[in-house]
């Protein structure tokens, strides 16, 4: 359930909550795919619930697919956090960075949740960690973005945040910077 797509037509990238209504994506969008695996997809509107994209059949692989609700709306939380901090920024600096959600690193083979992008490169991953994970799957991401000179956010929630993470976190701070997002 991702909030990003591609429009097939022009190759453009949509973002579903930079729509107001199903009704104006579908307007200007009328073939959807996914950005990951090339299949069909189309927008979902739901009372409660902002506007995402799902695959027309069941994905046989794809990483977007098994994307829990609360995770999805912990990527906004984030990325409405982070387009507020940079409106702060002045101008000039704001030139240069841009907010991405659902940001693909092919030489990783990874999607960042929300990146901080300078000229057009992440240097930035925010990544929202609702379910369970262990120290050594943190430290493979971390190194992977740090390879990059991508410096890591973790959000972690109720789930994911147990003793042994709260540790990994008091170790490595300062390094890695940490919030409780759920
Ligand atoms: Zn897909």
């Known amino acids: 359930m991702p909030f990003k797509a591609l429009d097939a037509a022009t190759k453009q990238k949509i973002i579903s909550f930079n729509y107001s209504s199903k009704l104006e994506l579908i307007a200007k969008h009328q073939n959807i795919v996914c950005i ?23 994905p046989q692989k794809c990483p977007s697919a098994g994307e829990s609700w609360v995770h999805l709306e912990c990527k906004k939380i984030i990325y409405d956090l982070l387009t507020k901090r940079l409106s702060e920024l002045s101008k000039e600096l704001r030139n240069n960075y841009r907010v991405d959600i659902e940001c693909p690193v092919k030489a990783i083979g990874r999607i960042i949740d929300v990146a901080l992008l300078y000229r057009d490169v992440p240097v930035e991953a925010h990544e929202a960690q609702i379910s369970p994970i262990t120290v050594k799957e943190l430290e493979s991401r971390n190194q992977d973005y740090q390879s990059l000179g991508i410096a890591p956010y973790w959000y972690f929630g109720r789930k994911s945040l147990n003793p042994e993470i709260k540790k990994w976190c008091e170790r490595t701070a300062g390094e890695v910077r940490f919030f409780e997002i759920e």
């Open 36 to 58: 990951y695996c090339g299949a069909a997809m189309h927008c979902r509107e739901r009372v409660g619930y902002l506007l995402h994209f799902v695959h027309n059949a069941p």
